[in-house]
Structures are given as structure tokens and as C-alpha cells.
């Protein structure tokens, strides 16, 4: 009998084993899941450690962070080795962030979002350099699906300035996503 119950065992934990490696890989979640953009024409995937986040009271987005490296992240804890990253993030305490379009400068086109959002579109090419929109005011992020089940899809684009050196600017085109809720894309 204890030799039938090891035989078994053996068996369900090769049965196991298979169904952890053979159902989907790392690939397969990469290859489902995209968040990319031209940055001055340069077409540069972010899908490496994205994740979007977000919550908000009575199960509404209030707040959506969105971000993504386009190298895996190094295992040391030197700044210098943190690959480039894109982030994006959306504001709104009391509303309900949804399906729509943001601009940097407001004036949502769904009615069902307040005015009161804000939105930031941000690209650092090291940890130490920000481009961001605050002062071009040229950012657009659209949602065409968002959800805590299927993620969020959509697209952006806009002008990016160095907060540093005021004169450099990064134009971003052809920029989409779609990312799982609150998983990180490997």
C-alpha cells in the first residue's frame, strides 16, 4: 500500500510539474501583452517589469500608475544599471477614471469623467533624467478598455521635455498598451 501511495504521489507530482511548464510561458504573457511607443521616431518596447495599478473607494479607479522598462531589471541595487522607463499616471480623488480620453491640459471628452483629473506622461532614460509633459502641456493618454479583470488598453501620444536641459524634447507617436491589473508582465 505505501508503495502504491509513493507511485502515485510520483505520478501527480510529474503531472504537476508538466502542467506548470507546458500551459503558458513568459513568452506567452509577452506576446499577449505589448506597452510600446516611437520616442523621436525610435520604436522602443516598455513590457519588460509593467505593471498597471490602481484603486480608488467603492471599487472605482481614482488613481491608475502605469509603468514599464524596456530591459528586465537588474538584479543589483545600482541606479546606473535601472534600464530606461515610461510611466504614466492619472489623477481623480472623487471621480471615476474610465474608458476616455485625457489630455495633459484636461477637457476629458467622456462626459462621465470629472474635470478634475490630472495626468502625467513621463520618460526616464536613466533614473536621474525626467522628460515629462507639464510644461508642453502635449500629452494625450486614450482608454479604450479598463477593468480589474481584462486590464487596461489604450493608446497615447504627446511631446516630452527634459526637465533638465528645457530645450530637449521627445516627441512619442504610435505609443499603446495593454497591461493586466495589478501583475507584473515579466
Known sequence: MKNIFKFLLGIFFLFSMLNCGGGS???DVD???YFKAKLNGTEIDFLHSAKLQGGGNDNRFEHITLSGYDKKLPNSSNLNDVPPAFGIEIWNM????GSGTYSQAGNPTDNNTPASY?????YHPTPFIQYDAKVTQDFVFTITELSKT???KGTFKGKLIS???PGKVIEVTEGELYLPYDVMVP
Open 94 to 97: 472623487g471621480g471615476n477614471i
Open 31 to 33: 506576446q499577449k501583452y
Open 25 to 27: 510561458s513568459d513568452d
Open 150 to 152: 481584462d486590464g487596461i
Open 163 to 165: 526637465s533638465q536641459e
Open 118 to 122: 490630472s495626468l502625467s506622461g513621463e
